[in-house]
């Protein structure tokens, strides 16, 4: 579902709860809730232009995010792509579902590329969007507009209007 701009405050605290505990605990990236200004106004960092939020959740539960930042000239960033340890793989399709929706709604806005930067660490996110269409890219390829973060070493491009549906 796209995020809530109804009682905005609750979701984007259980958006950062779980974005910061996978963060910290699961990867040890050493950055709190503060230092992303994105969790603290999700619907005014995100929802303008051609970029989104999204959220899965079981009832209650926030299980999973993803967000693509307008970044100009028909481009979009991929941003902060996360999934609770017990929603990853086949028997839940969370990744699956939330990344199909971003490339839709990039193709319904008419986007040509999505770029996301992410770290060394998360390498099963490495593979899962390899196999769905993204290819590395060095990180004076992508755009002058593409917000790198301070913990972003490794760089891909999507070429919307080329690459098929997602797989999982």
Not at 157 to 164: C, D, H, I, K, P
Request: overall charge negative; aromatic content about 12%; hydrophobic content about 40%.
């Amino acid at each position: 579902m796209p995020f809530p701009t109804e009682a905005a405050a609750i979701w984007q605290a259980r958006i950062a709860d779980m974005i910061v505990h996978i963060q910290q605990e699961e990867y040890g990236i050493p950055i709190t809730r503060e230092q992303q200004p994105d969790l603290q106004d999700i619907a005014g960092f995100y929802q303008h232009g051609s970029g989104n939020f999204w959220l899965a959740c079981v009832e209650e539960r926030v299980v999973g995010t993803i967000a693509l930042l307008d970044i100009g000239n028909r481009q979009v960033a991929l941003r902060k792509m996360f999934v609770h340890h017990e929603y990853r793989g086949k028997t839940w399709g969370v990744s699956h579902q939330l990344l199909e929706q971003a490339i839709i709604w990039a193709r319904q806005q008419g986007m040509t590329d999505i770029y996301l930067g992410t770290t060394p660490q998360f390498k099963a996110a490495h593979r899962f969007y390899e196999k769905n269409g993204f290819v590395e890219v060095d990180q004076q390829e992508l755009p002058a507009s593409f917000p790198v973060m301070q913990v972003d070493k490794k760089f891909y491009r999507f070429l919307v209007e080329e690459n098929g549906r997602v797989n999982e």
